[in-house]
């Protein structure tokens, strides 16, 4: 099984700051790593899929970067509503398994 | 438009069997697609518990494989969830999701229900 560690567990940022989310894989996964977006009370939302694509109506400001064991999420100018729990996810082979999440606060 | 929602008892006793049904609404669950369950425990993260694909291929998480059982019935649009011999560790929010053939990502979510574990 493929584990997926995500720091920091926790990102204190405002409004307008860069975020920058780090998802590390314990073998590679090639580019087969997802990010997903949770907020308090809602399910997860793709944002990212196979490293760098950004799913279908997600903001530009949201990027994604990276292949084999290192990965990155990053939110160029933070607005209100992208503070959530963002969790990385591999599909390269069974079981899938999903990062820790990274939660980004203000 | 894609909508997914999970049905299914919210107090299950431990020792029984959890059982969950999704139903798939404005796709056809006979499509080129996988069917999957996700569950996330009271304030922790996500886990992957299993996938289906719609022609009914199997594919579970290790860690669950011999409580676990995932269908497909395409007459009803639906698919399901078995977990037997429940504990209180099984108390989670359960999520049914699609994901395409290619790529293979989990892009519609059901809305969650929430599963108790309680005598």
């Known amino acids: 099984e493929i584990v997926l560690t995500q720091s920091p567990a926790t990102l204190s940022l405002s409004p307008g700051e860069r975020a920058t989310l780090s998802c590390r894989a314990s073998q590679s996964v090639s580019s087969y790593l997802a990010w997903y977006q949770q907020k308090p009370g809602q399910a997860p939302r793709l944002l990212i899929y196979e490293a760098s694509n950004r799913a279908t109506g997600i903001p530009a400001r949201f990027s994604g970067s990276g292949s084999g064991t290192d990965f990155t999420l990053t939110i160029s100018s933070l607005e209100s509503e992208d503070f959530a729990v963002y969790y990385c996810q591999h599909r390269s082979n069974w079981p899938w398994t999903f990062g820790q999440g990274t939660k980004v606060e203000i | ?119």
Do not use: M
């Open chain 2, 1 to 119: 438009q894609v909508q997914l929602q999970e049905s299914g008892p919210g107090l299950v006793k431990p020792s029984e069997t959890l059982s969950l049904t999704c139903t798939v609404s404005g796709f056809s669950i006979s499509a080129n697609y996988y069917w999957g369950w996700i569950r996330q425990p009271p304030g922790k993260g996500l886990e992957w518990i299993g996938t289906v694909y719609y022609s009914g291929g199997t594919y579970y998480n290790p860690s669950l494989k011999s409580r676990v059982s995932i269908s497909v019935d395409t007459s009803k649009n639906q698919f399901s969830l078995r977990l037997s011999s429940v504990t209180a560790a099984d108390t989670a929010v359960y999520y049914c999701a699609r994901a395409p053939f290619s790529p293979r990502v989990l892009d519609y979510w059901g809305q969650g229900t929430l599963v108790t574990v309680s005598s």
